[in-house]
């Protein structure tokens, strides 16, 4: 009987730290769809001017362009709320993509905010929202790009005598000569 209250008991704390860590998102979402300054896209800007807040001077000088401040705004009022969906979804790319794109947004705050203790919590949070195959599958992309990159077999820059119009073609130029 021991043996199995331990996993029921790991379980349920699992599904609650997933439950509020979505119940937090969709509220915070929700409060910063029905505000003004967020609506308005200027929010990131305001935000940028707090005195307490002046880690990077880079976000500042970011946050002064019109068009980066409101994307900044949308993109935190499109993926905030989207979370307990992404959660719910049986496709795991939504799950993987919003949580990414959440961790993100946590890990920018942690640049460029100052506000590390918070960053880390909410990336921690994060975390806990992907299933099992979600960090399976991830460890499998992460090992195979890593192993593509230490083997030669990937490269940013093109073989030695390669030309570019060879290159487009999907010849190989010199090398295949």
């Known amino acids: 009987m021991a043996r199995s209250i331990r996993p029921t008991l790991h379980n349920l704390a ?13 509220t915070a979402g929700y409060w910063k769809i029905t505000g003004e300054v967020w609506q308005d896209g200027v929010a990131m800007y305001c935000i940028s001017r707090i005195t307490g807040f002046e880690m990077s001077s880079t976000y500042a000088h970011l946050m002064n362009n019109a068009f980066a401040g409101t994307a900044l705004c949308c993109f935190t009022i499109f993926i905030e709320p989207a979370l307990p969906f992404a959660i719910l ?8 993509a919003d949580t990414v794109a959440l961790e993100g947004m946590h890990l920018g705050i942690v640049a460029c ?3 590390v203790c918070f960053g880390q919590l909410m990336v921690g949070a994060d975390c806990t929202c992907l299933r099992d195959e979600d960090w399976r599958s991830l460890a499998r992309r992460f090992r195979y790009v890593t192993s593509r990159v230490r083997g030669g077999s990937w ?8 030309n570019p119009v060879a290159m487009t073609a999907g010849q190989g130029g010199a090398a295949d000569a």
């Open 14 to 26: 699992a599904f609650l730290i997933v439950f509020q860590t979505a119940v937090l998102y969709f």
């Open 89 to 96: 979804s049986a496709r795991p790319w939504i799950r993987k």
């Open 113 to 115: 905010m100052g506000l």
């Open 155 to 162: 490269s940013p820059l093109p073989a030695r005598g390669t």
